[in-house]
């Protein structure tokens, strides 16, 4: 199976920060990764496909980049509602797996 | 409007069973592999098990092997999960996803539904 491990596990930023989230893959996954925002009791979110592809509806403020075994995504200019846990997660292979999510808090 | 909602999630002994639905709406059901993908209190999302478009390929992780059983009805556009054996390690909100076959995203998920594994 293919690990996804994602850093930090949580960050604390203020409206208008740049932050990122890094997620590794154990083996190399070509481009086949995604990237999804969850809030507190609703359902997860795509946000970003195929390592960079903003999904339709996402807000132009985040960014995404890599291929192989590492990933980042960005979010510039942070903003209260950007206040969520995100996951990265692979396509790549079966079993589908997900990092273990990044906590991100509006200070 | 894409629309995925599911239903049959509660409070169940373990070893007791569960059959979860899920309904869908607004796309072509039979086009896309369908999921189920859990969330356990204080842990992050795990994938459960994938059907494929045709109902011709099933897949599960080693966690709920051999207890979990996914299957779809195309023409009433619902995908079910037959939960058998159910252990308190299962206790989770349940989601199901959907997903164009191949390396692609989950796009689309319903809003979760809890299933409480306690005696």
């Known amino acids: 199976d293919i690990q996804m491990t994602q850093s930090p596990s949580s960050l604390s930023a203020s409206v208008g920060d740049r932050v990122t989230i890094t997620c590794r893959a154990s083996?190399?996954?070509?481009?086949?990764l995604n990237w999804y925002q969850q809030k507190p009791g609703k359902a997860p979110r795509l946000l970003i496909y195929?390592?960079?592809t903003l999904q339709s509806g996402a807000p132009s403020r985040l960014s995404a980049s890599g291929s192989g075994t590492d990933f980042i995504l960005a979010i510039s200019g942070l903003q209260p509602e950007d206040s969520a846990t995100y996951y990265c997660?692979?396509?790549?292979?079966?079993?589908?797996?997900f990092g273990q999510g990044t906590k991100v808090e509006i200070k | 409007e894409v629309q995925l909602v599911e239903s049959g999630g509660g409070l169940v002994q373990p070893g007791g069973s569960l059959r979860l639905s899920c309904a869908a709406s607004?796309?072509?059901?039979?086009?896309?592999?369908m999921n189920w993908v859990r969330r356990a209190p204080g842990k992050g999302l795990e994938w459960v098990s994938s059907?494929?478009?045709?109902?011709?390929?099933?897949l599960y992780a080693d966690s709920v092997k051999g207890r979990y059983t996914i299957s779809r009805d195309n023409s009433r556009s619902t995908l079910y999960l037959q939960m058998n054996s159910l252990r308190a390690e299962d206790t989770a909100v349940y989601y199901c996803?959907?997903?164009?076959?191949?390396?692609?995203?989950?796009?689309?998920w319903g809003q979760g539904t809890l299933v409480t594994v306690s005696s």
């Open positions: 996803a959907r997903k164009f076959p191949g390396s692609y995203p989950f796009d689309c």
């Open positions: 607004g796309f072509t059901f039979n086009n896309y592999a």
């Open positions: 059907i494929g478009a045709g109902d011709d390929s099933t």
């Open positions: 083996q190399s996954i070509s481009s086949s």
């Open positions: 195929t390592a960079s």
């Open positions: 997660q692979q396509s790549y292979s079966t079993p589908w797996t």
